[in-house]
Antibody
């Protein structure tokens, strides 16, 4: 079964850090572009980051650029999101998402179940 | 406030046809293809339509997408109670150099 499973969510204080992980199974992560998308519970979806299969191309949303770092370890079939300088507004469910791989086309065909990040003092 | 505008809500009765609109600009819908997602309550989103009008394997042909100029639409025919969900459009935006989602439309089956 093709699956993405996120982990690493939890609580952090403003200014703190968390590292999210995403384990892929049922397919070879290394051939796919991947993204992280977040959603405040009860609100809409927000794309945060994109990483190409080779890690050569990385994009970030303005809201997280300079604070979040996306990376991957294709040998471990894993994707990561290092979140630093966390803010209250980073509180959300974070989804690891597989990309269809068509340039400039956000076709996200496989989603993880999401991991909740809560930033609060 | 998203750069893509969707109506916050839509409704229909079983068997009806409903459409959900997504309005953008030349830097997004006007230049790139549109995708649609369905999010059932308490679950992760699911890709419903990609590249304006293509259905992934397993998506019923009751769901269809179209695009014209800087707007796109999702149509659902033969409405069923299981279609009650939030629907989001998504497209690449050249000005933002990244994907953007619409604000979402909550579909209620009366």
């Amino acid at each position: 079964e093709v699956q993405l499973v996120e982990s690493g969510g939890g609580s952090a204080q403003p200014g703190g850090s968390l590292r999210l992980s995403c384990a892929a199974s049922g397919f070879t992560l290394g051939v796919y572009t991947m993204n992280w998308v977040r959603q405040v519970p009860g609100k809409g979806l927000e794309w945060t980051s994109y990483i190409s299969s080779s890690s050569r191309t990385i994009f970030y949303a303005d809201s997280v650029r300079g604070r979040f770092t996306v990376s991957r370890d294709n040998a471990k079939n894993s994707l990561y999101l290092q979140m630093n300088s966390l803010r209250d507004e980073d509180t959300a469910i974070y989804y690891c998402v597989r990309d269809l791989g068509v340039p400039y086309n956000p076709g996200f065909d496989i989603w993880g179940q999401g991991t909740m990040v809560t930033v609060s003092s | 406030q998203s750069v893509l505008t969707q109506p916050p809500s839509a409704s229909g009765t079983p068997g009806q046809r409903v459409t959900i609109s997504c309005s953008g600009s030349s830097s997004n819908i006007g230049s790139h293809t549109v995708n649609w997602y369905q999010q059932l309550p308490g679950t992760a989103p699911k890709l419903l339509i990609y590249s304006n009008n293509q259905r992934p394997s397993g998506v019923p042909d009751r769901f269809s997408g179209s695009k014209s100029g800087t707007s796109a639409s999702l149509a659902i025919s033969g409405l069923q109670s299981d279609d009650e969900a939030d629907y989001y459009c998504a497209v690449w935006d050249d000005s933002l150099s990244g994907p953007v989602f619409g604000g979402g439309t909550k579909l209620t089956v009366l």
